[in-house]
């Protein structure tokens, strides 16, 4: 089963420094505030309800490819059953860990970052609000020294001291 092809189910995918594969590092603004939307609702333990689920809809209800589900499931963040078919299923509790996996991303998390978030919030919600806060922290102090080299490409630019 395959994902549907609307609008909103198929993003483009690019690999990325921080973690190369096959997940979106660029959303519409409306899907990435109902990711950071969700993360927070996770992190303050309100989970919704949810049934196993095979691996399409999954895709579908959050916008990836199955090849982005497969890809978190190669790197360790998530887990599925096999069903009839040997179609992935993912439990509700899986499925909590997918939500949550790709608003980190969608925050600029790496892998890692996510495994260890993940595990910290099955132990102890308060460690893990610490270590998002540290994580975002980190990757805000990555983006502001991007901000400056591009700050100073475009005065070299612009100054003619470049091309």
């Given amino acids: 089963m395959h994902a ?7 993003i483009a995918l690019m690999p990325d420094l921080a973690f190369p594969g096959d997940l979106p590092i660029r959303l519409d603004d409306g899907q ?28 579908r209800w959050h916008g990836v490819t199955i090849k982005a589900l497969h890809n978190l499931e190669e790197r360790g963040i998530t887990e599925s059953e096999r069903g009839s078919g040997n179609v992935r299923l993912y439990s509700p509790e899986q ?46 102090t990555f983006l502001h020294e991007r901000i400056g080299h591009v700050t100073e490409t475009l005065d070299m630019i612009e100054k003619g001291h470049v091309l």
């Fill in 4 to 10: 549907s092809r609307g609008p909103r189910a198929k």
């Fill in 32 to 59: 990435a505030k109902t990711r950071i939307q969700a993360l927070m609702r996770i992190l303050h333990g309100k989970i919704r309800p949810a049934t196993r689920a095979q691996i399409g809809d999954v895709a």
């Fill in 95 to 140: 499925q909590v860990r997918i939500e949550v996996a790709l608003a980190l991303r969608e925050l600029g998390a790496t892998a890692e970052d996510i495994r260890n978030f993940l595990d910290l919030l099955d132990s102890d919600r308060g460690e893990a609000r610490a270590f998002l806060s540290r994580v975002l922290n980190r990757r805000l």
